[in-house]
């Protein structure tokens, strides 16, 4: 049996599959998690049920990209439920939805998700007279109680058996179909006495839908007594005001910097101490078993720094990194950041919704460049995935690049303050170049506090990388760079180093590091860390490193997403970008 679940962004579809199916889809406190459709299997006493997660749409009749994808679905898939989840807390809104699904003739089940919320507010719903208004089954939810969980099983077990028994007749029609039966009823005579100027048959259909649903609302709908505001309450008034919420916002995210920077140096002498004995056994080891020679030499001291070092430096780096961006997410902070931006990203060609697949980035910045498909137009997704490619560091790299400016003791507030008017100077050319289309309007979902289940999983999720893909990187990287010092390849470069000097201000060896960028990002920092750098030259290195090109992974989506030339834009950007910097910073920074 197959089942859709649709509903308007941020009601909580991801968490309400999850506390159904027990599965792991990403979610968070910001609309637009989900940009792709998730399939998840569900077997409730014998029956076998499978769940699509859609992604968040206000309406089946708009042109985005997520609306053909849902009709798409709906069309060539045999889905025989509807699970509309709906929040309890913004009815009104959400049940414009809710009309334009029953009316695709499709079996539906309403889901009041945020009960709970709802109750907070002061809001009471009488969910049967709801129900006999609707004429669907509805119930009361909250995916993070597990309230109503029980009676959703019902219902689906219920459905599944008059589904078997054949007593489940739908009417199901194409959304297109639904879409022209917009017009059921008004004729062009009466569109051009709407008392609205050149308001078409669809745009009537949609207002009686609204109409429609105000009416049930003030029916089903009743309010308790204002109550007196809940800290976190106050806490969200402060932080929604324009001039001082972005102040603080702005010195959460600086401060959110100094933790991971302060993280990094109490954790990095324990680690060390502990690994110790290991790092003598691995190279002892390796000595007895190689045959003495170069290889032996090399592998000795390779292996255990290839370990050593991604274990005292790059992994609480990463851990801590996972903590912050996952905490961000699941209070609400980062729509906020994303209205924040909204006034920065106007004047760079891109909404505010931009944050989204910009913070995904910090994670990985491969399933960020999808996260783009949420942009409303082709010019935006092309800005947001040069800013990715060039701009954004992943967890990766970021936890390695703190590390080389723990190492060296490089300026923070120097490398901050150059990848952020390198944001502002990129973006506003992109945006000469790429003009913005509309306007974005930005929905707040309120603020609340974590929940750590869901923070639990988004680090277990984001942090279970570093042992399958970036360690044995790292550990083939350490080797390389070993057998290159070693072997004395690397002074072969004492051409380069004139001009590595005069331009950018450093070795030869640092400027090989930025071109490595090309391979793996998080790779290239560790050039760094086997050499013997100074303040001003790691300050050049990591923000030139920082600021270069996209990775291979990153490439591949790349042109998956917007194709070869795209991509070609975006190297050849990255590379002036990146040689810009270091020259301006080499001009610029004190001797």
């Not at 806490?235 to 959110?256: E, F, H, R, S």
């Amino acid at each position: 049996m197959h089942i859709v679940m649709l509903g308007n962004p941020n009601v909580g579809k991801s968490s309400v599959l999850n506390r159904l199916t027990g599965s792991m889809v990403f979610i968070s406190n910001y609309p637009g998690t989900s940009v792709d459709i998730y399939e998840a299997s569900l077997q409730l006493a014998g029956r076998n049920f499978v769940i699509y997660d859609t992604p968040g749409i206000y309406s089946l009749f708009s042109a985005g990209e997520e609306q053909q994808v849902i009709k798409e679905l709906l069309e060539n898939k045999d889905i025989d439920l509807v699970l509309n989840i709906v929040d309890a807390a913004n009815l009104e809104r959400n049940l414009v939805l809710t009309l334009e699904i029953i009316e695709t003739g499709l079996p539906v089940i309403v889901v009041l998700n945020q009960i709970d919320r709802a109750r907070l507010l002061g809001l009471k719903i009488d969910v049967k007279m709801l129900e006999k208004l609707l004429k669907v089954p509805v119930i009361s939810f909250s995916a993070a109680t597990g309230e109503g969980l029980f009676e959703l099983q019902d219902l689906l077990l219920q459905h599944a058996d008059r589904w078997k028994k054949g007593k489940i007749k739908t009417d199901a029609r194409p959304v297109q179909v639904i879409n022209l039966d917009n017009t059921v009823g008004c004729s062009s005579e009466h569109c051009n006495r709407c008392s609205i100027p050149q308001m078409t048959c669809a745009t009537l259909a949609d207002f009686k839908r609204a109409e429609k649903a105000k009416t049930i609302v003030g029916m089903v709908v009743s309010r308790a007594d204002r109550r007196e505001k809940l800290l976190l309450d106050r806490i969200q008034d402060v932080v929604d005001k324009p001039v001082l919420g972005t102040m603080l916002l702005l010195a959460c995210a600086y401060l959110a910097f100094l933790i991971l920077l302060r993280f990094i140096e109490l954790s990095e002498g324990p680690i060390s101490l502990f690994l110790e004995p290991v790092n003598r056994f691995l190279s002892h080891f390796i000595l007895q078993v190689m045959p003495e020679g170069m290889l032996g030499t090399i592998l000795a001291r390779a292996v255990p720094e290839g370990l050593i070092i991604p274990f005292t430096i790059i992994m609480p780096a990463m851990l801590m990194v996972s903590i912050i961006m996952s905490v961000i997410e699941d209070t609400g902070l980062l729509p906020r950041y994303s209205v924040a931006l909204e006034r920065i990203g106007s004047f760079f060609g891109v909404s505010g919704q931009a944050v989204i697949p910009l913070a995904l980035g910090f994670g990985c910045r491969t399933p960020a460049v999808l996260a783009t498909r949420i942009m409303p137009d082709y010019a935006q997704r092309f800005i947001v995935i040069t800013l990715l490619s060039i701009v954004i560091p992943c967890a990766a790299t970021l936890g390695i690049l703190t590390s080389v400016i723990s190492a060296f003791n490089a300026s923070l507030l120097t490398i901050m303050l150059t990848m952020l008017t390198t944001l502002m100077v990129l973006g506003w050319i992109l945006s000469r170049l790429n003009p913005r289309e509309e306007i974005f309007i930005y929905e707040l979902p309120p603020l609340r506090l974590p929940l750590w289940n869901n923070v639990w999983n988004k680090i277990k999720m984001r942090f279970s990388g570093f042992f399958t893909e970036i360690l044995p990187l790292l550990l083939v990287m350490s080797i390389i760079i070993r057998a290159l010092i070693e072997s004395g390849v690397l002074q072969y470069l004492g051409e380069l180093e004139e001009f590595s000097r005069i331009l950018f201000g450093i070795p030869a060896e640092a400027l090989v590091a930025v071109l490595i960028t090309i391979f793996q990002r998080y790779l290239a920092p560790l050039v760094l860390l086997n050499l013997p750098l100074t303040p001003r030259e790691a300050t050049i290195a990591i923000s030139m490193i920082a600021l270069s090109l996209p990775c291979l992974p990153v490439m591949v989506m790349t042109i998956r997403e917007i194709g070869v030339k795209g991509l070609i834009k975006i190297i050849m950007l990255g590379l002036l970008t990146s040689f810009t910097v270091g020259m301006v910073l080499n001009l610029i920074l004190p001797a």
